[in-house]
């Protein structure tokens, strides 16, 4: 499987940015969609974004849409989460995930469609 590490996550106020990073090492980069979820406290992980493996479709939760941007780089093993806008409801721990992809046009959204996640990163959101 795929080791996923994030980071890029932090405390910042609501109408802030931020950028998640997320380093994949371990098994061929471009051969998994990618994917963000979040999970704030006392609330089941919820989809954020997904990506697929090569970059070239990606599919958004309502909640986030025109605000955040799903993006990778195979060369770098890296897929990135670019948050805009922030609100205090995008408070979570933020966790990436990859899926082995079967197809060009796979995008996975469930989280159990993902085999391999990363430790999370906090993101705050203050008002």
């Known amino acids: 499987q795929v080791k996923l590490v994030e980071s890029g996550g932090g405390l910042v106020q609501a109408g802030g940015s931020l950028r998640l990073s997320c380093a994949a090492s371990?098994?061929?980069?471009?051969?998994?969609?990618m994917g963000w979820f979040r999970q704030a406290p006392g609330k089941e992980r919820e989809f954020v974004a997904t990506?697929?493996?090569?970059?070239?479709?990606?599919r958004y939760a309502d909640s986030v849409k025109g605000r955040f941007t799903i993006s990778r780089d195979n060369a770098k093993n890296t897929v990135y989460l670019q948050m805009n806008s922030l609100k205090p409801e995008d408070t979570a721990v933020y966790y990436c995930?990859?899926?082995?992809?079967?197809?060009?046009?796979?995008?996975?959204?469930?989280?159990?469609?993902?085999?391999?996640w990363g430790q999370g990163t906090q993101v705050t959101v203050s008002s």
């Open positions: 990506i697929n493996w090569s970059g070239g479709i990606t």
């Open positions: 371990g098994h061929t980069f471009s051969s998994y969609a």
């Open positions: 995930a990859a899926s082995l992809s079967g197809s060009y046009y796979y995008t996975p959204r469930r989280p159990a469609d993902f085999g391999s």
